[in-house]
C-alpha cells in the first residue's frame, strides 16, 4: 500500500516564524501535490512538482515556496507565517494516469 | 487551463431516498476523472475513478458515476442511501500527457438524514 507520511498532524506557530511541512512518500511515485483545505473553498492547489528539484506553481502560490531535493520529499514552506495561512494542509502523491493518495494532513494553526 | 464545478454545496437528503452529486469540468486535453469522499474527521479516499473505457463505473458501496464527454459533466450517484453515506464529496480532475495538475471542484457536502 501506498503509504503518504506527514511530519505533523497539529502545528502552532507563530506570526512571522518560518514554517516547514515535511511530507514522505514510500511509492516512487513522480508527482506530488501541496493543497490547503478551507471550509467552503474545497482543495486548492498550492504548488505542485513532477520531477526531483522540478516544481509548478498551483492556483494559490503567494505565501508559500517548496523543496524537492529527493524524489520522496516534498517540503512546503511558509517563509514568514500569518494569520491567513491558518488551515487544514494536505499532501499527496500520485503517478502518472493513476488516482492520489493523501496524507492524513496538517492543522497548521497560526497565532 | 482546467477547471472542476461541483453545483452543489451542500445536498440533504434522507435515508433511503436517490442522490446524484454534480459535476462539470473544463480541460483543453483528455483527461482522468475522480470522485473522493472525506468522512468527518477523516482524511481522503478515492471513491471511484475514470480512466478510460466504460463510462460508467461503479464503486463498491454502491456509487457510479458516468463520464459524459459531450456535457463535459461526472456525475456521481447512488440509488439508496445510508446515514453512513453522510460525508464530503470531492470531483478531480487529472490531464494525461505532460500536465500533470491534479485540480479539485469545492466539494459536496452530503447530508443523509433518518
Known amino acids: 500500500d501506498v503509504k503518504v507520511t506527514q511530519s505533523s498532524r497539529y502545528l502552532v506557530k507563530r506570526t512571522g516564524e518560518k514554517v516547514f511541512l515535511e511530507c514522505v512518500q514510500d511509492m516512487d511515485h513522480e508527482n506530488m501535490f501541496w493543497y490547503r483545505q478551507d471550509p467552503g473553498l474545497g482543495l486548492r492547489l498550492i504548488y505542485f512538482s513532477y520531477d526531483v528539484k522540478m516544481k509548478e506553481k498551483g492556483d494559490i502560490p503567494e505565501g508559500y515556496s517548496v523543496s524537492r531535493e529527493k524524489k520522496e520529499r516534498f517540503s512546503l514552506i511558509l517563509e514568514s507565517a500569518s494569520t491567513n495561512q491558518t488551515s487544514m494542509y494536505l499532501c499527496?502523491?500520485?503517478?502518472?494516469?493513476?488516482?492520489?493518495?493523501f496524507g492524513q494532513g496538517t492543522r497548521l494553526t497560526v497565532v | 487551463a482546467q477547471s472542476v464545478t461541483q453545483l452543489d454545496s451542500q445536498v440533504p437528503v434522507f435515508e433511503e431516498a436517490p442522490v446524484e452529486l454534480r459535476c462539470n469540468y473544463s480541460s483543453s486535453v483528455s483527461v482522468y476523472l475522480f470522485w473522493y469522499v472525506q468522512y468527518p474527521n477523516q482524511g481522503l479516499q478515492l471513491l471511484l475513478k475514470y480512466l478510460s473505457g466504460s463510462t460508467l463505473v461503479e464503486s463498491i458501496n454502491g456509487f457510479e458515476a458516468e463520464f459524459n464527454k459531450s456535457q463535459t459533466s461526472f456525475h456521481l450517484r447512488k440509488p439508496s442511501v445510508h446515514i453512513s453515506d453522510t460525508a464530503e464529496y470531492f470531483c478531480a480532475l487529472h490531464s494525461g500527457g505532460s500536465n500533470y495538475k491534479l485540480t479539485f471542484g469545492k466539494g459536496t457536502l452530503l447530508t443523509v438524514n433518518p
Open positions: 499527496a502523491t500520485t503517478d502518472m494516469n493513476t488516482e492520489a493518495f
